[in-house]
């Protein structure tokens, strides 16, 4: 097995970040974009093709979480677009980006309403709590993460926030933190704004193996016919597969049956997929999984680095057993360092690595962005990479792809490699009504932002959703999601 490290190419693994104000043929581009579309190793003469419009008044914030967002769906559009421009044989169809239509599925999951009912986002043990030398975040969403939180606190199982908030304030940030850390709960000291920069993408490319053949004109999405397995969990991943399967990639998610997952969570990143549940230390269960693998094109993985490898599933093994496979991980913390092994969501992520701190009011009060951007953005990046790898695969550079990720390198982006916004062109390009403009035009005129006018009301086996419409957006793009969430767990291990 040989691999062929892309370090040293102009997917450069997102660092430094510092590629040309420039990069198609003297045209305007936006420089996030043009960062998250090398990184991919996306052809620069394709950005010419990315445009954007819609209202500028969305995700307001310290940061450029605005332009990150746009950027990962942009990016994410064109290599669709791209790849399906190779499947059907025609010209890389022109990107439309609506900010609105961004804005609003980056918060997807606070539009989400089933029969009326609005879910509940953060649970009562969640969020920022003062203790006795700055303040901490915790995350207790799950039911067993508030047991292992409270428990570490050495507070009774049916302990309210009051008494959480009450024990919290009389003991050290860090101490808080390595005691959850060590009792499988979650907690992080909030933290100043850290310069240790991690990488957006890392790649690597092993063997020489071609690909499935994934057929040709006749196909109506650019992933039709692409087996995806979903091994992730909460948001990141999610999003990535339900971006996938609104693609038309068949997305079967596997769960194992002792980890259940929130209604209200599958209700809204369930979407275009199917679900099933397997335990993989199962002698029968493992068996239907290696099946799965056997005929998968991609598997995307979102557990901490290693807690998969007792299953077979440590990036070399499974290339090694499964040539031509693209591999994606996703992690919290990055995939070196004294923290890769931890476990950590969006929100712990933004307190550890000083997003918390810089977003803080006037009170000091640590703040948030205005969306799980780390989320949301390293989701459309992961269906971004997989999109490529499959074009890639097709043109000329074969092999398996170990793909990986982390919110940690996502807020490396945010914080240190988007810079501030460049003035606007003082003329639009004369394209940008037809959708066809190159990336750093602006409309001249944008409307109020909205939401109302980027959701969609679909009926599902959890009930009515009201839910955010798909933001990827090229010439031809689906507009929705081909079936509503189904039950999770309850499809049968199989592909279409």
Known sequence: MTERSTSSDARATGQPINQPADQSGGRSVDQPTAHAWAALGGPAELLERVGFHGPDD?????????????????????????????????????????????????????????????????????GFWRTADGWVRTHANYPHHRARLLAAL??????????????????QAERIQERAYEAGALAVAVAPVSTTVHPLIEARVVGADPARPLGGAEVSQPAAGVRVLDLTRVIAGPVATRTLALLGADVLRVDSPGLPEADDAHADTGFGKRSTRLDLGDPADRAVFEGLLATADVVITGYRPGALDAHGLAPDALLARHPGLIHVQLCAWGWSGPWAGRRGFDSLVQAGVGIAAHEAGPDGRPGVLPAQALDHGTGYLVAAVVLRALTEQRTGRPGARHLRFSLAGTASWLMHGIGPEAPAPAHPHPEAAEGTAPAGATPTVTAPYDPARYLAETDSAYGRLRHALPPIAYAGAPTNWSRPPGRWGTDPAAWR
């Open 58 to 126: 969305v995700l307001p914030s310290g940061l450029q979480v605005r332009r990150l967002a746009r950027a990962t769906v942009a990016a994410c559009s064109l290599a669709a677009a791209e790849l399906a421009a190779l499947r059907a044989g025609g010209p890389v169809p022109a990107v439309r980006i609506d900010q609105g239509a961004v804005a609003t599925a980056f918060v997807s999951e606070r539009h989400l309403t089933v029969d009326g009912r609005t879910p509940v986002s953060f649970a009562p043990h969640s």
């Open 154 to 171: 050495d507070l009774p199982a049916d302990a309210g926030p009051d008494r959480l908030a009450e024990v919290l304030a009389g003991q």
